[in-house]
């Protein structure tokens, strides 16, 4: 199970940190994956971290803004987004990430950027 | 990255088979064998139905299938039933940039 919290409204600019927390599972062996979707848009993959948290990867439209992290004693999941966009509203699921298979997800959580 | 190519409907009566493709390139879907579908009902979250173009995950029914030809990945749902009505989305690895990269979405809808 995969839950995540600390999603809300935020300004342009601004800065929120989104978490998720495995159970049920090993979750240090599992790479893991953000992914979002706008209000009534399609899914897009943002960042993976690697299951000792050593390696990242970015999509370049969050990439020098946003980053992820794990604390694989917690079995937690961290993004930090900083100067925040209104195009950044959407809702934020974390997923287990093998290549291109997110196996697990998250319930979602809605974070809301206003102008 | 520019999203992979889905259509954006398709539909189809119960009982009826339908395919939805997804158009990418020789940098992710063509290249790789790292083709995932992924169904999603609205206000929920998306659920994987096929993983490396054709295999499906425990508990998926074997209705689902996926393939994959040149730069061009496949779902196939047959036997059509009415809880299949869900938006679809495939995701491919990709060695440009990006890690992954998904599709548009297609929405299905049955008749």
């Known amino acids: 199970q995969l839950v995540e919290t600390g999603g809300g409204l935020v300004q342009a600019g601004g800065s929120l940190t989104l978490s998720c927390v495995g159970s049920?599972?090993?979750?240090?062996?599992?790479?893991m994956t953000w992914v979002r979707q706008a209000p009534g848009k399609g899914l897009e993959w943002v960042c993976v971290i690697n299951g000792r948290g050593g390696s990242t990867q970015y999509a370049d439209a969050v990439r020098g803004r946003f980053s992820i992290s794990r604390d694989n004693s917690k079995n937690t999941l961290h993004l930090k987004m900083n100067s925040l966009r209104v195009e950044d509203t959407a809702t934020y699921y974390c997923?287990?990430?093998?290549?291109?298979?997110?196996?697990?997800w998250g319930q979602g959580i809605l974070v809301a950027v206003s102008s | 990255q520019s999203a992979l190519a889905q259509p954006a409907s398709v539909s189809g009566s119960p009982g009826q088979s339908i395919t939805i493709s997804c158009i990418g390139t020789?940098?992710?879907?063509?290249?790789?064998?790292?083709v995932s579908w992924y169904q999603q009902h609205p206000g929920k979250a998306p659920r994987l139905i096929v993983f490396?173009?054709?295999k499906r995950p425990s508990g998926i029914a074997s209705r689902f299938s996926g393939s994959k030809s040149g730069n061009t990945a496949s779902l196939t749902i047959s036997g059509l039933q009415t809880e299949d009505e869900a938006d679809y989305y495939c995701?491919?690895?990709?060695?440009?940039?990006?890690?992954?990269?998904f599709g548009s979405g297609t929405k299905v809808t049955v008749l």
């Open positions: 995701s491919s690895f990709t060695s440009r940039s990006s890690f992954s990269v």
């Open positions: 020789s940098s992710d879907v063509g290249g790789y064998n790292y």
């Open positions: 490396d173009v054709s």
């Open positions: 997923a287990t990430a093998n290549y291109a298979t997110f196996e697990f």
């Open positions: 049920g599972f090993m979750f240090r062996n599992y790479d």
